[in-house]
């Protein structure tokens, strides 16, 4: 990624050769961050069959009764949502959101250009990520490479601009924010809170320097954020690279294999406090290739003290298959270190 | 970060023709607010703290941490309803990057809605200062760390792979200063993003300050997310009860009034000021030197300007406080020294849980002998039967329950129980009502 920044460089100094050529201090004045995001970004008209609305299921309650102002805010708006043209051939990236459902049909509005049929070629649902392609380009269409953001330059702190072509496909629109947080979704994933709404999601989210750190996602309907309440997400340049060349051949990227360790408590097992005494210890599993045995009392995994066994199962769950743990036990009197490879979830 | 969104919206609409200047910031004033913002974020990451679905925030290297009291309340309830309920309740609590410790809680403000805590273990710890609150202005931009929707903390997995220990920072400007809404007296409103599980977190200037501590927001439509209008516990505020709550012991820390005084705040647009209306014989107002009729300008040198304000300012000062009063008394400036006595309001509580007895005599059967209360202290036992409160019979446990609404704390009831065949009459002051 660092070579094919290079051609970039020089031509920022082939646009302005007042500017210095360090990449931290390259920062544009917000129009021309505008004008250069807001070239790539599109409207995407979806039309699909009715959803119903995400409320939170409740107990003997029907829909019947709910406040209509809830069920408003919990259903799909109407009108287009946001995408980015990231190349020539007419592949535009956009969140699986904004492509749920069972679709009827998928138009693309380019800037300057008129509504044009296109067609979903993959997703990626757990980095909400969609790709679809134009059916046929405008002639005398230029679209020269996206000038993607790299991972370490990403600050939190740092503002971000997220552009959105909905309501109106003629007029992007802007909203600013900072990044909250690095290392959402297992490090995929960035979070900011410039404003995302039901409409500019899909949007490239663009840092001071012009770069394109990530595509405007998690906001949806189906999110307990909600729009517009500071809670928004990037999924982050790198991730977006990676999987291109996957949904680019059409193949949909499938969930990652989350960890596992293959222990479960046992009965009178869960002392508050003092560890997870364990029941079982799964046949083949991690837990037992490492040594594991039941009876024995978790204590701790890596640095956390395990006080119980959702302690335990979060501290699996926050590590990936293939990851090595230390993990303490008292077995009978004696305290024991154990170092466990963890496996694959099984399905 | 909504109060750029015009900005921005402003310049789209000129950019295209270049011809007219509008105020939009130059890419030198962005780098520069970016700048403090992301060095400011670095500072404050290594002093946050996450506490058991909110945040909160170390202020001293001696591991001193600040939280909404809301945050710690249900623990604490439940800690008092535990076998070891006179021990000094202690938290489990998380910094950035996963290290976990054990928190005591030092003392409670539960009207003002913080609570000190302090880190088991010795320092130094990394922490932020509290700033002064009363220099903030409108406008000025501040950041806000907390644990949203628990997104820092994955305590329920939201995203296939979780995320490990790391807060969110958001970015905003105050709204307004000096809102009493929302149960705060004085809080500062601003639009920074905050969310449930922002509670307990702290609000900073861009040079890393804290000027306050993040606690309500406003909601609409039954969806609980930010709206742009949040709240927060001003710095100056929590820095006047800090010596009291460093002194609780693990317990609470009340608001107070002036006893005796009766105020009317202004009346609109053009008188401004509180005037006072009566003040009772015999009582700290009247010992302090209020006389009907005069305007009340200023409490501790910040202005009063309605009643509304009055009461707010009022409430930012701890029982036992000494204020400085300035009124207006007929043309002539006066000095006034008050004293806060604590609030009548404080609810009180006896400290049994009961049925209603058995048999014709009725009366309510003591079942729970609440630890560290006031009926343990004055040796009411399991088995007890009250059938007389103040004088009047009791028949069945809501005559108990409805009489209790109306408790204050300090307040003596003389209560009428029988044990086993004998009668007995005992007197219980009632003390506040912990864990709110």
Redesign the interface.
């Known amino acids: 990624m660092r070579t094919g920044l290079l051609p970039w460089l020089l031509l920022l100094f082939a646009l302005d050769p007042a500017e210095a050529p360090a990449r931290e ?1 390259v ?5 021309q961050i ?2 250069a995001a807001s070239r790539w970004t599109v409207a995407i008209h979806v039309d699909r069959e009715p959803e119903r609305p995400s409320l939170p299921r409740r107990r003997g309650r029907s829909l019947f009764g709910t ?1 209509r ?2 069920q408003e ?1 919990k259903s799909r708006p109407s009108g287009p949502v946001t995408g980015l043209l990231i190349d020539g051939a007419g592949h535009v990236l956009t969140t699986y959101y904004n492509v749920s459902g069972t679709l009827k049909s998928v138009e693309v509005t380019l800037p300057g250009w008129e509504r044009r049929p296109a067609k979903l070629l993959a997703t990626d649902r ?1 980095d909400d990520l969609a790709l679809i392609k134009l059916e046929s380009i405008p002639d005398g269409l230029e679209v020269p490479p996206l000038r993607w953001g790299d991972r370490d330059d990403l ?5 971000v ?1 997220v552009v959105g072509r909905a309501p109106d496909p003629e ?19 960035f ?1 900011t ?3 995302l709404n039901y409409g500019n999601v899909g949007g490239p989210i663009v840092a ?1 320097d012009g770069s394109f750190v990530g595509l405007a996602s998690f906001v949806g309907h189906t999110y ?3 729009l ?4 928004g997400f990037g999924t982050m340049a790198e991730t977006i690279l990676s999987v291109l060349p996957q949904l680019r051949q059409g193949e949909n990227v499938p ?2 294999r ?1 960890a596992f360790l293959g222990v479960g408590p046992a009965e009178q097992g869960i002392m508050a406090g003092e560890g997870v005494r364990l029941g079982e210890v799964s046949p083949g599993s991690a837990a037992e290739l490492g040594g594991l045995k039941a009876g024995d009392v978790v204590l701790s995994i ?4 395990i ?1 119980d066994f959702v302690e335990l199962r ?1 501290a699996i ?2 590590r ?1 298959p293939g990851d090595e743990v230390e993990i303490e036990v008292l077995r009978g009197s004696e305290r024991v270190q154990l170092k466990v490879r963890l496996g694959s979830r099984p399905e | 970060m909504r109060s750029v969104t015009f900005l921005f919206t402003v310049s789209l609409l000129f950019s295209s023709s270049g011809i007219f200047a509008v105020a939009q910031p130059t890419a030198g004033e962005l780098a520069t607010l970016e700048d403090s913002v992301v060095r400011t974020a670095t500072k404050a990451l290594p002093a946050f703290v996450f506490i058991d679905g909110g945040s909160g925030v170390v202020i001293s290297s001696d591991g001193s941490i600040l939280t909404n009291n809301h945050v710690v309340a249900d623990i604490v309830k439940n800690h008092l309803k535990g076998n070891n309920a006179k021990d000094p309740v202690k938290l489990r609590v998380s910094f950035v990057g996963g290290r976990q410790g054990l928190a005591q809680v030092i003392g409670r403000d539960p009207d003002g809605d913080i609570a000190l805590l302090k880190m088991v273990e010795p320092g130094p710890y990394p922490h932020l200062e509290l700033g002064d609150s009363d220099r903030v202005r409108i406008g000025q931009p501040v950041i806000a760390v907390g644990n949203p929707f628990l997104l820092g903390e994955s305590a329920f997995a939201f995203f296939a792979g979780l995320s490990d220990f790391s807060p969110s920072v958001s970015l905003g400007v105050v709204s307004a200063l000096h809102r009493k809404s929302e149960m705060y007296p004085d809080a500062i409103q601003t639009d920074v993003a905050v969310n449930p599980g922002n509670s307990g977190g702290p609000l900073l200037t861009t040079e890393g300050e804290i000027i306050g501590i993040n606690g309500k927001i406003q909601t609409r439509f039954l969806m609980e997310v930010n709206s742009g209008v949040g709240y927060a516990v001003p710095s100056n505020q929590i820095l006047r009860f800090l010596d009291p709550l460093k002194q609780a012991g693990g317990g609470v820390v009340h608001h107070g009034t002036i006893r005796g005084l009766h105020i009317r705040g202004s009346d609109g647009a053009k008188s401004l000021g509180v005037s006072v209306t009566r003040v009772d014989a015999g009582s700290p107002g009247e010992k302090a030197g209020f006389l009907p009729g005069d305007q009340i300008v200023s409490i501790e040198g910040k202005a009063v300007w309605n009643g509304r304000r009055f009461q707010g300012l009022l409430a930012t000062y701890p029982a036992g406080s000494r204020i400085a009063v300035k009124v207006d008394r007929e043309g002539a400036a006066q000095d006034v020294e008050a004293f806060v006595d604590p609030s009548d309001t404080t609810k009180g509580w006896l400290g049994v849980r009961g049925e209603t007895a058995l048999g014709s005599v009725g009366g309510v059967k003591i079942n729970v002998v609440e630890s560290g209360g006031p009926a343990e202290k004055a040796g009411l036992q399991v088995g007890d039967v009250i059938v007389k409160l103040d004088g009047k019979v009791l028949k069945e446990h809501n005559d108990l329950a409805s009489a209790s609404v109306e408790w204050r704390a300090g307040q003596e009831l003389k209560l009428h129980i029988l044990r086993g065949d004998r009668e007995e009459q005992v007197a219980i002051r009632l003390d506040p009502r912990p864990g709110e």
């Open positions: 201090s920062r544009l004045d917000p129009d505008l004008q406040p102002i809830l805010y757990s600050r939190v702190g740092q503002f601009v007029h992007p629109t802007a909203t600013m924010g900072i990044v909250s947080a690095l290392g959402r979704n297992g490090g995929r994933v979070q809170d410039a404003e001071l307990p954020w909600g517009n309440s500071g809670i969930a990652p989350r890596g640095i956390e003290t006080s979060r769950n926050r990936q």
